[in-house]
């Protein structure tokens, strides 16, 4: 509509997403990269994923990044995990995957993932769980997420998955 808008999270949402939960690990081993916007609701996945489970988290410059920028961050400060949209997913396996190669976990989503893309990341990035999140911004960022772990059939579409742990 092109007016802004805004939702309502209760803190109870937040702490659905990040502790006890089943869709990814979130420890005290982890290192995030925070490149979200504060007002995506991502930044919520981002920011308290790490900070209620004793991870570290790196804040990336207010601009947007250079896909070259994004995989010197990710090597310079040993990126564990990270969010990316499916825009940017799809731009960064097609341009500049070997960048992904240091994640353990890669979630991804906001849109539909390509087949192709996805087949791309599995073949090439090796110990990176990659996972399909999806979830409208009232449920706190993901309802459900699907690990992508075997290879995709032709014709086939990447799953939404099963509700996360609290949903």
């Known amino acids: 509509t ?4 805004g939702v309502s999270v209760i ?5 659905r997403l990040v502790k006890e939960t089943n869709y990814v ?9 925070q490149i979200s916007p504060i007002s ?6 981002e920011i308290w994923g790490c900070l209620l489970n004793g991870g570290k988290l790196i804040i990336f ?3 947007t990044p250079s896909l070259d920028e994004l995989g010197q961050f990710i090597q310079q400060y040993q ?23 240091p994640l353990r976990q890669l979630l991804a989503g906001g849109d539909v993932l390509s087949v192709t893309h996805v087949q791309k990341f599995i073949n090439t990035v090796e110990n990176c769980k990659l ?7 009232e449920s706190t ?25 609290n949903t």
């Open 2 to 5: 092109g007016q802004p808008k």
């Open 11 to 15: 803190h109870q949402g937040v702490v």
């Open 25 to 33: 690990s979130l420890t005290n081993k982890e290192v995030f990269l």
């Open 40 to 45: 995506f609701d991502a930044s919520t996945f």
């Open 61 to 63: 410059p207010p601009h």
């Open 79 to 101: 990126v564990t995990t990270l969010w990316l949209t499916a825009g940017l997913f799809h731009l960064i396996v097609d341009e500049k995957i070997d960048a992904l190669k």
């Open 131 to 137: 996972i399909n999140g999806y979830g409208p911004t």
């Open 141 to 165: 960022t993901f309802t459900c997420c699907y690990e992508i772990t075997a290879p995709l059939k032709p014709g086939a579409s990447i799953p939404i998955g099963r509700p996360i742990a």
